[in-house]
């Protein structure tokens, strides 16, 4: 009942518009503040969170800090170049609207990864709120460009050609 109501309540529209241009100014300056200063670096984070995968009760659990030392950080100059523009373009989708569950989808995923490295921060909150605005589904990004790219895709996607429509008898 409460997640059809996160679904189709055109009231709740409005709020999930409010978590959307939170969340969304949260990744926007984020990013941004990364692409434009030009410095940004991955590795002091990844090796950090390499080193806090020992001990009695490891922040990082070994499956994930041997995912950062065997797949990231040999590839930390790529990651040092999807982590601010990912944020970024997260940001761009949430505050405008547009692919609205993808984008909350990958903010979720963003989140999850900071977390699963160790660190806390506002990751949690915004979690739970990007919980919301992805349950909500379309009715999240009404109030945005959701309105009319998604049923523009799916006219565009779904669209059955006359033949398939009015198959002839043989």
């Known amino acids: 009942m409460f997640i059809q109501f996160l679904k189709e309540n055109r009231y709740v529209s409005m709020l999930l518009t409010l978590l959307r241009f ?4 949260q990744w926007l ?3 941004w503040g990364k692409i434009s200063s030009g410095k940004f ?4 984070f990844m090796y950090g969170a390499v080193k806090n995968m020992s001990g009695e009760h ?3 659990q070994p499956w994930w800090g041997n995912f950062l ?3 990231a950080l040999p590839y930390v100059d790529f990651f040092n170049v999807i982590v601010p523009w990912g944020e970024f373009l997260v940001g761009l989708g949430l505050i405008l609207g547009i692919f609205t569950s993808f984008s909350i989808l990958m903010g979720l995923t963003m989140n999850f990864a900071y977390m699963f490295s160790g660190t806390t921060s506002t990751n949690p ?3 739970l ?3 919301f605005i992805l349950v909500a589904g379309i009715n999240a990004g009404k109030i945005g460009l959701d309105r009319w790219t998604i049923p523009f895709l799916r006219r565009l996607l ?3 050609t006359e033949k398939e429509q009015f198959p002839q008898s043989a």
């Not at 939170?22 to 100014?25: A, E, H, I, S, T």
């Not at 670096?41 to 002091?44: L, T």
């Open 158 to 160: 779904f669209k059955k």
């Open 29 to 31: 300056t984020a990013g």
């Open 69 to 71: 030392k065997e797949v």
């Open 41 to 44: 670096d991955a590795s002091g």
């Open 125 to 127: 909150l915004m979690v």
């Open 129 to 131: 709120l990007g919980m």
């Open 58 to 60: 490891p922040a990082v």
């Open 22 to 25: 939170y969340l969304g100014w």
